[in-house]
């Protein structure tokens, strides 16, 4: 089936610049999850969403950041005013349900580059 | 603070011998242990996750890692590496509170024909 999908693949923006970042989760997961990983770390938390609502936006390093999921299903993480130091790997997941103990499926990411 | 340690950035292994990749976290409670692979150009798979009960579990392509408690440890294991092995490898911890999951460093693991 299916897994999860991330779009665009790579973009390239200027600092100043707008940026959406979008995420198509496997059908019927209701777990959503943004992560942002930098070369040569691990991913890190940006948010979780279950279902249409941010249930923990905790890790959105600032305002800049803001993420939605308007019917439950597609997220978008959305960057205003980008800076050179966003520039990351930020990387998309799902999982079937709000239980903490269930593996999380990952998109293939998007490299973003601020220039 | 919650963090998730990977102490080798590189490990090195020729086809056949065992191999480990070192994983110790520091989270408050009991915490949800996993294990991710990431290949070239690919997305993190799941390898396997310790919830409760055994102590060692099982998990895809022959990986296994034992928990142990007392050293608030995750190590994978393999008892014999294949070169498809070679892959970066994540360990993650999810607090049993709390939404988030700490992911550490990553570990590059090569295996030597």
């Known amino acids: 089936g299916a897994g999860v999908s991330q779009t665009p693949s790579n973009k390239v923006t200027e600092k100043g610049k707008y940026v959406e970042l979008r995420c198509d989760p496997i059908?019927?997961?209701?777990?959503l999850y943004w992560y942002r990983q930098s070369l040569g770390q691990g991913p890190e938390f940006l948010i979780y969403?279950?279902?249409?609502?941010?249930?923990?936006d905790s890790g959105l390093p600032n305002d800049r950041f803001f993420a939605v999921r308007p019917e439950g299903s597609v997220s978008t993480l959305k960057i205003q005013r980008t800076e050179r130091g966003d520039s990351a790997v930020y990387l998309c997941a799902s999982s079937p349900n709000e239980g903490s103990y269930n593996e999380q499926f990952f998109g293939p990411g998007t490299r973003l580059t601020v220039l | 603070a919650q963090s998730v340690a990977q102490p080798e950035d590189q490990v090195n292994v020729a086809e056949g011998n065992p191999l480990t990749v070192k994983c110790t976290y520091s989270?408050?409670?009991?915490?949800?242990l996993f294990w991710y692979v990431q290949y070239p150009n690919r997305g993190l798979q799941f390898l396997l996750k310790y919830i409760t009960g055994d102590n060692l579990v099982k998990g895809s392509y022959g990986f296994e890692a034992e928990f142990n408690k007392s050293q608030t440890s995750f190590h994978l294991k393999k008892p014999s590496a294949l070169v498809s092995d070679s892959a970066l490898y994540f360990c993650a911890v999810r607090p049993n509170t709390g939404n988030q999951f700490y992911f550490g460093t990553g570990t590059s693991l090569t295996v030597i024909p």
């Open positions: 969403f279950q279902g249409t609502g941010a249930a923990d």
């Open positions: 059908s019927g997961h209701t777990a």
């Open positions: 989270v408050s409670g009991n915490p949800y």
